[in-house]
């Protein structure tokens, strides 16, 4: 009997060493779980995260499937103490077993197993940790994470075989996260301490190794004595493991916890409305008039167009991997190279801030004092402010959140006149306060936006981008998203086409208000100033002090039909542009990046530069699999893009846009053009160097929202100054080598005044609306 019994065990024994032998086979081929493909294990992290360029090499950020912003770094970027912490604290034979640790295996199943020790030591090395992290879903039970274990060390051996232990401590710590959106060493370093990993010291180590065991327990943020408990502990693991000495140990435990704190996500790094609109832009599907709700139907011929003329556009979904699926940017690993400079994003973005910051959003508010219906202008009514204020809450993702959650309407209503806690956008950083969701609404337009573009007129590229003043709290971007009123930056379109119909800088029209007859129907348009008021003046003066009544006398000697072909040209593509004497002002809309492009015609002798937002793209081995060149048309002939560009030097040297010379002291060649529209909604500048196009709108969210006088609320003052700062740091930097002695190539001996051949028959000039 005792014989059979110990016959029985041995069976038992045989065949459970028979099973887990051939369970760990089956693991191994993929025959049981889940087992990556070689090439997942071969490139276990960077095949997910898709990395942003700038032209001069900095990592801007990333896109993954979590939207966190990680970036990669090599083992060498890493502070030595960072990797003694780690091996001392969670795997202190790491260096001697080939990704399973059998011993800590066997002690953690006596100890924990058959003693029942709670603070026994776990069994899992760094490699099963890594391999847990990158392959195992979030377990629901004990028995289903006791079935994931086998499978994790399977990886981890496998991970051990294609990967040196150095790569393996950094793929640990660029793939952990550290809480608030720290995934990653090197942005949690820079999260919790404002330092590159290389950097920190030993207990800035040690406290970030000490979340490796339970980043909610010891979060240092929220538990700052706990968490220097835990960096201790860690502390301690380093003298065990003779890393620290005694003395050291000591000296370090009696340091306090000195964190340099700030939160960040995937919305932080450079240039992120950029990163954002590149996002949708290159993974837009192709157009279906059927996707676009009633309202955004002009949005429809935006994107047909971009999905015809720009290989950008849409390219994750024009393009197929060899396998025959379309392009991954969250987990094929690509590199995006842009055409953003990392010092030129920088500068646009401190003038943006600069301005908006110390000057334009004080001065507002200051200005809402005093108005009942603040932050919407005195003109309206309360009536019409409520009607606007309705909408917003109808628009917000709170209604629609309550509404698909079955909330009446006036649940909803009563909702949003609950205070509540929240955190709101300030200039001096976020804060916690207690306010109703709809006056949170009416904060939040209280706040002026802001768009800028900068490009080289030459090939296009986008050299800085800002799309508004916070992407966390304003995602809205108003560098190609937004479009508004152009006002008077459209003029120079205009006297283009008159240009183009054998004008001159120096042929006269008077400078007088009158009534036009159209289609029936009078129009008389006014005027800012009285300036010369019922002189004959030159079209060159015309334009430098933006005179409405000289463009519209243009504009009745010209076929509005014709000057509607003309702004397509310059890439105005929007469907409401109809022709019509009243075109002449810039009644239409058009994104900022749309106005800057058109604007390199007249640095590039009439020929247009498209936007050029990337160079090119290479595959997660480095393989160029896509790259984009120049895309340019003519729009007007050289000789009318020579005459424009006396004219738009005129704005700058005795114009509206004349404070770039007494105020900012630029010396160099500048052509500018500054805009307004009705009521100050919009302001605009418009300015061009030999080397560089950019532009800026200025405004409220709604066109209701605006300085009440036109001294604050004119394109000089709201929008100049941005382009002003900022290219004063670019002339600034050196290397950048943007040159004000760098002037605009006019032919020898130049005459603007002389005239050439008009196509009368072309443009139609012989129809007059008088």
Not at 442 to 459: C, E, H, I, Q, T
Not at 680 to 692: E, I, R, V
Not at 729 to 739: E, N
Request: hydrophobic share 35%; proline share 5%.
């Amino acid at each position: 009997m005792r014989k059979r019994f110990i016959h029985f065990l041995w069976s038992v024994l045989l065949l459970a060493v028979l099973s887990s032998g051939f369970a760990f086979v089956a693991i191994w081929f993929g025959w049981i779980g889940y087992m990556p493909p070689v090439s997942e294990l071969q490139n276990p992290i960077n095949r997910f995260a898709t990395q942003i360029y700038s032209a001069d090499g900095k990592v801007m950020g990333t896109w993954n499937q979590n939207r966190e912003n990680r970036i990669c770094i090599p083992y060498s970027d890493l502070s030595p103490h960072l990797v003694h912490a780690l091996v001392a604290t969670e795997d202190a034979r790491f260096y001697d077993h080939s990704g399973v640790d059998f011993i800590a295996l066997a002690r953690a199943f006596v100890k924990r197993g058959l003693m029942g020790y709670a603070s026994a030591g776990g069994g899992s090395t760094i490699t099963q940790q890594l391999a847990k992290q990158l392959y195992s879903e979030t377990a629901h039970s004990t028995l289903e994470r006791l079935l994931q274990k086998p499978i994790e060390w399977v990886i981890a051996i496998k991970l051990e075989r294609n990967y040196t232990k150095e790569e393996i401590i950094a793929f640990y710590l660029n793939y952990f996260d550290f809480l608030h959106n720290a995934v990653g060493i090197k942005t949690a370093a820079n999260t919790y301490f404002n330092k590159e990993p290389k950097d920190l010291s030993v207990t800035e180590a040690a406290t970030l190794v000490g979340l490796c065991k339970n980043p909610s327990l010891f979060n240092p943020v929220r538990y700052p004595e706990r968490s220097r408990t835990r960096r201790n502990v860690v502390l301690s693991q380093m003298v065990k493991a003779g890393y620290l000495s005694e003395t050291e140990y000591r000296e370090y435990c009696l340091e306090p916890m000195a964190l340099n704190f700030h939160r960040t996500d995937h919305k932080d790094g450079a240039a992120t409305y950029f990163r954002e609109f590149l996002r949708q832009y290159m993974t837009a599907k192709m157009p279906e008039l059927k996707n676009y709700p009633e309202w955004n139907k002009r949005q429809y011929v935006f994107d047909s167009i971009a999905w015809v003329s720009d290989p950008l556009y849409g390219w994750c979904n024009k393009n197929l991997k060899k396998n025959g699926e379309p392009y991954n940017i969250y987990t094929d690993g690509l590199k995006v190279y842009t055409s953003i400079d990392s010092r030129m994003q920088q500068y646009a973005e401190d003038a943006v801030y600069k301005h908006l910051a110390k000057f334009l959003q004080p001065a507002f508010s200051k200005e809402n004092k005093a108005k009942p219906n603040a932050p919407f202008t005195q003109q309206l009514t309360s009536e019409q402010v409520r009607s606007i204020l309705n909408r917003s809450i109808t628009q917000s993702e709170r209604y629609r959140t309550l509404k698909a959650s079955g909330w009446s309407e006036e649940e909803i209503k009563r909702s949003f006149r609950t205070p509540t806690d929240m955190t709101v956008f300030t200039y001096h950083g976020d804060i916690d306060t207690v306010m109703t969701p709809i006056d949170s609404i009416r904060y939040y337009k209280s706040f002026l936006r802001a768009g800028f573009v900068s490009m080289d007129p030459k090939n296009g590229q986008v050299k800085a981008y800002v799309g508004g003043i916070d992407f966390t709290h304003f995602q809205y971007d108003m560098a190609t998203e937004g479009r508004r009123q152009v006002g008077s930056t459209i003029k120079p379109f205009l006297y283009s086409l008159a240009m183009e119909n054998g004008f001159s800088p120096c042929d006269e029209a008077p400078n007088v208000q009158r009534t036009y007859m159209v289609a029936g129907k009078s129009w008389t348009p006014r005027n800012a100033s009285r300036s010369r008021y019922g002189q004959m003046v030159t079209l060159k003066w015309g334009l430098a002090q933006s005179s409405n009544w000289v463009s519209a006398y243009l504009m009745s000697k010209l076929n509005p039909q014709q000057f509607v072909h003309l702004l397509r040209d310059f890439g105005l593509n929007n469907p409401d542009i109809h022709p019509s004497m009243a075109l002449c002002l810039g009644p239409c809309e058009a994104s900022v990046c749309e106005m800057v492009s058109a604007y390199t015609a007249f640095a590039n002798h009439g020929i247009r530069s498209a936007p050029l937002f990337v160079t090119r793209i290479e595959d997660n081995e480095g393989n160029v699999i896509a790259s984009f060149q120049p895309r340019m048309n003519e729009v007007i002939s050289e000789a009318s893009a020579n005459k424009m560009l006396v004219e738009l030097q005129g704005v700058v040297n005795g114009g509206t846009a004349g404070r770039l010379r007494y105020k900012y002291q630029f010396t160099g060649d500048i052509g500018g053009k500054t805009g307004t529209t009705n009521r100050n909604s919009d302001a605009w500048f418009m300015g061009f160097t030999p080397q560089l196009v950019s532009g800026c709108w200025v405004g409220g969210e709604d066109r209701d929202i605006h300085f009440d006088s036109m001294n604050m609320g004119q394109g000089a003052t709201m929008a100049l100054p941005i382009w002003a700062y900022f290219m004063q740091k670019v002339y600034a930097d050196r290397r950048l080598g943007y040159r004000q002695s760098v002037g605009f190539e006019l032919p020898k001996g130049f005459d603007p005044c002389q005239k050439e051949s008009a196509g009368v028959d072309e443009f139609g000039i012989d129809e007059v609306y008088e």
